[in-house]
C-alpha cells in the first residue's frame, strides 16, 4: 500500500484550500481549517500562565463550544437557564466584549448528560455568514454581524447525553449529522435558505463526531463516526458509500485524516485502527489498514497526527503515541488529569488542556517530550472541555464560563 507522509498531506490540503489558506488566520470550523487540528502559524506561544494573560473575558451562560473566529470575530454558543434558552453570540477578538448576542431557541430543554450541557456543538463560518447548531435547539444562520436570515427544525434527539456533533461546510451546503435513538440521520441542508437538501438515514444511536472531507481521486467523502462504525457519503447527494465496523462504539470522536489513511478511536476502551477511503460497502475486510489493540480508558479527544507519530489521550491523562502508517504502538505515557478537548498542533508539538484549564504541549518523536506545562487559575467548577483555536499569533482558550486568551496578535 502506498502511503503517503502527513506532511504531504498537509502540502495538498493547503493547495486545494486556497481560499482558506489566504485567511490562515482564521479558524473557521470544529478541528480548523485542515479538518485535522494542525495550524501552519509559526507564532503560536509554548509557555504561558494566569498573569500573562493577554485577557480574560467573562461569557454568558455555560457553554463548551470551540472559539470559531474570522477576522476580528469570534463565535460562540452558550446556554442559559439550564438550557431553556440556547445563544449564538460574536465577541470582539481584541478584547473580549460581546459584539452581539442572539437567542436562537427557547423551551423545554431535552436530557443532557453533565458533561456536555445544551451548547457543545462549535459553530462554522464562511465570513459572511455563521451557523450554530443545538440538537433539539436547532440549527441557525445569522450573518457574521449578527442579523438573523434563517432557522431549521432538526428534530427531537432522543438521548439521555444530548449533542454536539458540529456543522461543516462544503460548498454551498451545510451538513449536520443528527445521530440519536430515533430517527438518527445525516443531512444536507442549503447554506442559504436552510432548505434541506437531502436526507439519509443512519443507525438509531447516540453519537457525537463531526463529519471529515476528504477528496478520493475525483470524488469527496464526508466520514463520520458513528456507535457500530465508520460511515462515508457523498457530500452532495447524502448517498452512502461505505461502512467500516468499528470495535466498541460511542460515536466519538471525529476521525482525523492523516495522509492517505483516516485515524480512528471508538470512544470506549477499544482498538484504535485507520481506513483507507475511496471504498464501496462494508469495507470493513477491505480497507481496514491496521488495527492495534487499545487498552486503555474512555476516549473522548480525537486523534492528532504529527509526522509519522499518533497521539491519542484518554479522558483519563493516558497519551498513547502511535505510528500512523501502521498502528505501531510507539509509547504510553500517564500525564494524569481529565481531558475531555480534542488537541491541535502547532510547530511540531501538540497543545492538549485538561479539564482543569493546564495545558501540555508534547512534543512527539521516539519518546514522549513536554515542551511546557501552562496552567490558567480557573473558579471553582470552571471547566475546559473546548479546544484551543490557534489565530495569528494567539491562543484562545474557552472554558465553560470565561475566554482566556494568550499570545501577542501578530498578523
Not at 9 to 25: C, K, N, R
Not at 53 to 59: I, N
Not at 147 to 158: A, I, N, P, Q
Request: hydrophobic residues 35%.
Amino acid at each position: 500500500m502506498l502511503l503517503v507522509h502527513p506532511r504531504v498531506w498537509l502540502l495538498a490540503s493547503i493547495l486545494l484550500l486556497p481560499q482558506l489558506v489566504q485567511a490562515e488566520s482564521n479558524w473557521p470550523r470544529w478541528r480548523g481549517p485542515h479538518q485535522n487540528g494542525h495550524t501552519t502559524d509559526r507564532n503560536i506561544p509554548t509557555e504561558w500562565s494566569t498573569g500573562t494573560l493577554t485577557y480574560k473575558a467573562p461569557l454568558p451562560g455555560i457553554g463548551q463550544s470551540t472559539p470559531v473566529i474570522w477576522g476580528d470575530k469570534v463565535f460562540l454558543t452558550t446556554a442559559l437557564d439550564a438550557g431553556k434558552q440556547r445563544v449564538v453570540f460574536c465577541a470582539d477578538r481584541n478584547s473580549g466584549k460581546i459584539l452581539w448576542q442572539q437567542v436562537a431557541w427557547t423551551g423545554e430543554p431535552e436530557k443532557s448528560h453533565i458533561m456536555n450541557g445544551w451548547a457543545s456543538a462549535t459553530c462554522v463560518t464562511d465570513g459572511e455568514m455563521v451557523y450554530a447548531f443545538f440538537g433539539l435547539g436547532g440549527l441557525h444562520a445569522y450573518t457574521v454581524d449578527g442579523k438573523h436570515v434563517w432557522s431549521r427544525d432538526l428534530g427531537t434527539f432522543v438521548s439521555p447525553w444530548g449533542v454536539s456533533a458540529c456543522p461543516i461546510l462544503v460548498d454551498d451546503l451545510l451538513i449536520q449529522n443528527c445521530d440519536s435513538e430515533e430517527d438518527a440521520n445525516i443531512c444536507g441542508i442549503n447554506k442559504k435558505t436552510g432548505e434541506v437538501m437531502w436526507k439519509t438515514q443512519r443507525p438509531n444511536n447516540r453519537g457525537w463526531s463531526t463529519p471529515t472531507v476528504v477528496t478520493v481521486g475525483d470524488h469527496q467523502e464526508a466520514v463520520v463516526n458513528g456507535h457500530s462504525g465508520v460511515f462515508a457519503y457523498e457530500p452532495k447527494t447524502g448517498q452512502q458509500l461505505w461502512f467500516c465496523k468499528s470495535f466498541n462504539g460511542r460515536g466519538e470522536p471525529t476521525v482525523t485524516p492523516a495522509g492517505d489513511l483516516l485515524c480512528v478511536i471508538n470512544g470506549l476502551s477499544g482498538d484504535a485502527y485507520a481506513i483507507k477511503p475511496g471504498g464501496s460497502g462494508d469495507v470493513t475486510a477491505s480497507h481496514m489498514a491496521w488495527h492495534t489493540p487499545r487498552k486503555t480508558g474512555r476516549d473522548c479527544p480525537s486523534p492528532i497526527v504529527i509526522d509519522d507519530y499518533m497521539l491519542v489521550m484518554d479522558m483519563k491523562g493516558v497519551l498513547t503515541c502511535y505510528q500512523p502508517s501502521t498502528g505501531k504502538e510507539l509509547w504510553k505515557e500517564r500525564i494524569g488529569g481529565n481531558f475531555s478537548a480534542s488537541p491541535i498542533a502547532a510547530n511540531g508539538s501538540a497543545y492538549f488542556i485538561d479539564e482543569a484549564g493546564t495545558t501540555y504541549v508534547i512534543k512527539p518523536g521516539e519518546k514522549m517530550t513536554i515542551v511546557a506545562t501552562n496552567k490558567i487559575e480557573g473558579a471553582a467548577g470552571e471547566l475546559f472541555r473546548a479546544s484551543p483555536t490557534p489565530s495569528e499569533g494567539q491562543l484562545f482558550l474557552r472554558s465553560t464560563t470565561n475566554l482566556y486568551v494568550v499570545g501577542k496578535r501578530q498578523k
